[in-house]
């Protein structure tokens, strides 16, 4: 018999605020994170010096040199997530996340390039002085998991997630479907990225980089006709996954139940996606969930603000959903986050369902006609009590994911 799998704990890290109140209160207000970087004029042939950084971060003062020498910027901003997220699910000190019964699943494009040019340095210059016993953990790309696992001695399932733009989806995903199957009790899942001019160079030769430079809160701007490009961003997310008896048994405060996920690749080419296949993931998610198209109440949008991957994207929406459900795309204020995006936009999803109200797509004014007709939410939030949402990834390699969540109810 399937477990039931409910959402107990969250935590985010992001360029418009790392507490919920914070992010409320720059979404009400359509403010976006993302600014000019003067540090990246340096690079000649770089086009864009757009990003949406973390502002804000610091390490905790009581986290020791034992527990953060094995940590880049990338591993730093998903552990403290984590332990917010398992604060937040008040599991800290709870003997089940050293039990066996505790599991990880956690991703990120990459781990930290800094530990990256170390060994470059090496190959570069011959000499070995600049590499230490940590340099291969902070680059590696399970960094972010074996960190969280580490600090928390979780000694149960680790699953790590390296699937680019759907790294934290995805770990959410199998996070899920690891407590529906029994193997585990509670999970982290979750993704985290931090920036680095070389992420935007990798867009910025594919032309699909934003380069407003000057009008940095203008930008990006998914589904608009006058859309130039993405910006990179940087942030983490975590949520902490329950079985529902187990979460009962010790009196959690439930936030949002799991009720379906779609998975799948398009096998057909390594950047541009395929309208198909993402349809046919979007309906693998309401299958799990048993649901049909109409009770979905919102959508959040994958939304990169580049050309192909909108119109692609909103026409799989519409062949399943039409022009009824509304959506909108969150990187429009924080970002393109890469590794983090599909668990900080879970949770915002979370969040706006649990509080009725959605936020609109920033610097949407006049939809592209290529794109499908859907009911795109612009300049005001839309107030809506929903029963269902829905959150979808795509990212390169041609990785799908789709998420539907249920408000939780205590009578049910």
Partial sequence: MNKRVVVTGMSVITPI?????????????????????PEWEVYTGLNTKLAAPVKDFQTPEYYT???????????????????????????LDNPVIQSGKTGVAYGSSSGSIDAALEFYSMLKSHIVQGINATTYIRMMGHTCAVNIGLMFGCTGRFIQSGSA???????????????????QKVMFAGGAEELNPTQAAIFDTLYATSTRNKEAHL?????????????????SGTLILEELEHAKERGANILAEIVG??????????????????KKALEFALLDAKLTPDKIGYINAHGTATKHGDITETHATYEIFGSQTPISS???????????????ESIFTIQMMNNNWYVPNLNLENIDPECAKLDYIKKDLRYLDNEYVMSNNFAFGGINTSLIFQRWRESK
């Fill in 17 to 37: 605020g790392s507490e919920w109140h914070e992010i409320e209160k720059n979404l009400k207000e359509q403010r976006n994170g993302v600014i000019y970087m």
């Fill in 65 to 91: 040199r034992r527990q953060t020498r094995s940590m880049g910027r990338v591993a730093l901003l998903s552990s403290v997530s984590a332990e917010r997220a398992l604060k937040h699910a008040n599991l």
């Fill in 165 to 183: 733009c759907t790294s934290g989806s995805l770990a959410i995903g199998y996070a899920y479907e690891t407590i529906k199957n029994g193997y």
């Fill in 219 to 235: 930008t990006p701007r998914p589904f608009d006709a006058n859309r130039d490009g993405l910006v990179i961003g940087e942030g």
């Fill in 261 to 278: 996920f779609g998975t799948n690749t398009d096998g057909q080419h390594i950047t541009q996606p395929n309208k198909n296949t993402i």
């Fill in 330 to 344: 969150q990187k429009s204020y924080i970002g393109h986050t890469l590794g983090a995006c599909g668990a900080i």
